[in-house]
């Protein structure tokens, strides 16, 4: 009876895939066309409308500039839906339009009215962002934008604003903040003006966004659909708070078994991919009810996403690889719920909430809620005010072999989580490396040349969950400590740590000696200590090497990322001891242990290049290979 049904199942797939159909897309096809290769299709949006289970969409090269709404999606990772771009072609999807005909005012300020049908049935310029969690710092911030040739100006509050146009001071690049812009829009006619300091916009590449996302589908539960090859540019997203329905540039949309790979994904008012929940189950429900605190709703949601049935059969298990993020106004990745079993990796993200005219609670690189079982490995993530943020229910998660640096708020934050999370072999080189608000997480085999920020959340109850499921086991708040810390390189640099903002920042330290003050004790082993970091009150087994002050470079070569570090002593690899399943223990509060994802034992038997790692006295830090002078990592590479 057995083999019967997987018989019967096999022969649905293949039956499947030898109906399967690709359809093509050109810009000189016409929508009236069969989506053959000598009939091809003019938009993708078209081809999103007929595509079945096990099809391909082959877009040729142009620019398209719409929003593609995918109305269905595969049955399995066998049988998925490929949206992807023809080999060799560059194919642009843009929420944007182009804009001519711009009457010059004053000097450089200029201006263009549109009729209000010119953007059919949303306008982003009579959309305000908004959202739990959400800091508009004193403006009024559209999600609308305008792009002087590909790049985005700053919105300002008046007219006579934009005619001054004077630096934003809290932006990274002033200069580029003093093109401006403003909007009015009344009942007929949207007025936009605009200071391009100089630039003739007729003459010019003058964009505005007027779509919400350029990849998204409109309802939860399209399955299984690959997007692959793409340039994706220039987006009116919504705030996406942990609350909300996530809308990003490109989505999945409350889904599962997404492959999101080898595209460009940019200038996003504020989010690139959103892996996040629907709408049902609470939509910015704290900015509707402040009677109760953010993190209750929160709560209830969660209990809600359960009733709907959120899991591993229903939910989540995506793939997001190999692309390029930047220019984002919140995030590059983020996802709240939606997001669990995925894997995020060889990703590089960067210059990610630069112009900083709002901010918020959900800004960084990537930013997930409940990454349960979830990898994220083998990002390049830099300029992104935050680096990753893992916050509520991390458990099961790894974070391995990523790159961080010249991120201003921190590399890593984890918050309120009682794990068992596993971070390695991670290189983490900006000025706070870690900001630890949670539980039960293990270090091991990390560069950790920042210093480590330490808050405890006594007040704030959030979920710890079964092993490997969605299940909420309980509720706890978060006292710190119950950490690991194996094998990892600690470096003091001559940061100036009155600058670290101080709400709910209980402790700053290089090293370890500092985490006395946590309500669980760490363990550690194993650990080296460069020029004057400290390692823990309790550690018996480690090496201080005070007077020595590595020196770390990274330098870009052809899309490669190579990392120096120059040290007069190497570490003393007698007094670590390789970090398993077994070494690592039990959780505290969620009473789990760190184990792979699919229940088996963890193992960190090779560093980060790959190489096999010493059994029984593994060299701390990322690599194996590390000796005396000057020592060169090849540590990020584009992929192909």
Known sequence: MKIKI???????????????????????????NDGSASQPLQTISAAAEIANPGDTITVHAGIYRESVNP??????????ILYRAATGDKVIIKGSESVKNWKQVDGSLWKIVLPNSFFGDYNPYNDLITGDWFNHKGFKHHTGE???????????????DVKKSEPYPDALDKKASTYTWFCQVDENNTTLW????????????????????????????????????????????????????????????????????????????????????????????WSHNKTKGG???????????????????????????????????????????????????NNHIYDIWTRRTFAGAEMAGIKIHAPIDMLIAENRIHNTGRG??????????????????????????????????????????????????SESSAFAHNL????????????????????????????SNTLGGDNRFFNNIFIKQAYDDSKVHMDRIDAIFYGLQ??????????????????????????????????????????????????????????????????????LGTTIISEAIYENANGTPMILDSDFPGNLRNKKHPMPGPFEALTKGVNTYLVWNKSD
């Open 448 to 475: 950790i040349a920042g210093r480590i920020v330490y808050g405890d959340i006594p007040g704030r109850y959030t979920p710890y969950h079964l092993p490997h499921s969605t299940k909420v086991a309980g509720l």
């Open 194 to 285: 605009a200071n391009f300091q100089g630039f003739d916009p007729n003459q010019e590449l003058v964009e505005i966004n007027v779509r919400p996302s350029c990849f998204y589908p409109d309802k939860p539960g399209v399955n299984y659909i690959t997007v692959r090859g793409f340039i994706m540019d220039q987006a009116a997203t919504q705030w996406a708070a942990p609350t909300a329905e996530q809308i990003g540039l490109v989505g999945t949309h409350w889904s599962k078994g997404w492959i999101i790979e080898h595209n460009v994904i940019s200038n996003s008012k504020c989010v690139g991919v959103t892996l996040g929940k629907e709408r049902a189950t609470g939509h910015n429900v």
């Open 388 to 437: 990753i943020w893992i916050d509520w229910m991390a458990q099961g998660t790894r974070i391995t072999k990523n790159v961080l640096y010249d991120n201003t708020s921190d590399d890593l934050f984890t918050e309120v989580n009682h794990g068992p999370n596993m971070v390695d072999h991670n290189i983490f080189l900006s000025e706070t490396a870690i900001k630890d608000w």
């Open 6 to 32: 997987l018989l019967s199942a096999l022969f649905i797939v293949l039956s499947g895939k030898i109906g399967a159909k690709e359809y093509h897309v050109s810009k000189t096809g016409s929508d009236k």
């Open 71 to 80: 109305r269905r999606g595969g049955t399995s990772d066998l049988n998925r």
């Open 146 to 160: 305008v792009f002087l040739n590909g790049k985005a100006l700053f919105e300002k509050n008046t007219l006579e």
């Open 514 to 583: 500092g985490y006395e003050i946590t309500k669980y004790e760490n363990i550690a082993r194993g650990n080296v200590y460069y020029n004057g970091a400290k390692p823990d009150q309790e550690e018996l087994y480690f090496t201080e090497i005070p007077n020595d002050k590595p020196i770390i470079d990274l330098e870009e070569k052809d899309g490669a990322l190579y990392l120096s570090i120059k040290i007069k002593k190497a570490p003393d690899r007698t007094k670590s001891a390789q970090v398993t399943t077994s070494l």
């Open 295 to 345: 993190a209750t709703h929160y709560n209830e949601v969660i209990f809600r996403a359960l009733e709907i049935g959120w899991s591993k059969e229903k939910i989540g298990s995506h793939i997001v690889r190999n692309n390029v993020i930047y220019d984002c106004g919140q995030a590059g990745i983020v996802g709240s719920l939606g997001a669990v079993y995925s894997k995020i990796h």
